[in-house]
T-cell receptor
Framework: EAQVTQNPRYLITVTGKKLTVTCSQN?????MSWYRQDPGLGLRQIYY???????DKGDVPEGYKVSRKEKRNFPLILESPSPNQTSLYFC????????????FGQGTRLTVV | EDQVTQSPEALRLQEGESSSLNCSYT??????LFWYRQDPGKGPEFLFT???AGEEKEKERLKATLTKKESFLHITAPKPEDSATYLC???????????FGKGTRLHILP
């Protein structure tokens, strides 16, 4: 089954404790991206990757890091999480960049206290 | 400033009562417009892509249309299972930036 898998689905952490949210896709897609979704603000892009070893900033990259060492994986790293990073996070992949149909993961609900 | 505005924010309909959701956009060159459906606790699910004014696409009870300023998602004779949040997103031509609207929450009453 074609899917984008995020882990964990839920996470509560404390300010400053480094964390990683994993994302993996099994569709051999070249393009992957991360979003955060907040009430009243909609989906905002954090980072995206056009291919292995190629990443670029989206609209709200501050406080986040990503890496793309393998085509299927695109982890999101929060080196020092803060409460304003409490949000619902989605990973997505597509075969041909922003302008093609995106497949989204189930989401990771992160709470930073 | 490029932006995407969806209206209404929320809509309650009786089962079978057809209606339309609006997505108006101001963007310096449109490469494409997307509609997604999002169920509570889940990621968005792709519905349609539209690329040029006048284009229309249909899927079951849904029909998406595009003009130079806006897109409509028409829902014909909706059923309770059509209840969801519908998201619109545009891709800006010059840099492929994606801009999402805030969504319309649709609730179909049986």
């Amino acid at each position: 089954e074609a899917q984008v898998t995020q882990n964990p689905r839920y996470l509560i952490t404390v300010t400053g404790k480094k964390l990683t949210v994993t994302c993996s896709q099994n569709m051999n897609h070249e393009y992957m991206s991360w979003y955060r979704q907040d009430p009243g603000l909609g989906l905002r892009q954090i980072y995206y990757s056009m291919n292995v070893e190629v990443t670029d900033k989206g609209d709200v990259p501050e406080g986040y890091k990503v890496s793309r060492k393998e085509k299927r994986n695109f982890p999101l790293i929060l080196e020092s999480p803060s409460p304003n990073q409490t949000s619902l996070y989605f990973c997505a992949s597509s075969w041909g960049g922003q302008n093609t149909e995106a497949f989204f993961g189930q989401g990771t609900r992160l709470t930073v206290v | 400033e490029d932006q995407v505005t969806q209206s209404p924010e929320a809509l309650r309909l009786q089962e079978g009562e057809s209606s339309s959701l609006n997505c108006s956009y101001t963007v310096s060159g449109l490469r494409g417009l997307f509609w997604y459906r999002q169920d509570p606790g889940k990621g968005p699910e792709f519905l349609f892509t539209l690329y040029s004014a006048g284009e229309e696409k249909e899927k079951e009870r849904l029909k998406a249309t595009l003009t130079k300023k806006e897109s409509f998602l028409h829902i014909t004779a909706p059923k309770p299972e059509d209840s969801a949040t519908y998201l619109c997103a545009v891709i800006r031509y010059r840099d492929d930036k994606i801009i999402f609207g805030k969504g319309t929450r649709l609730h179909i009453l049986p």
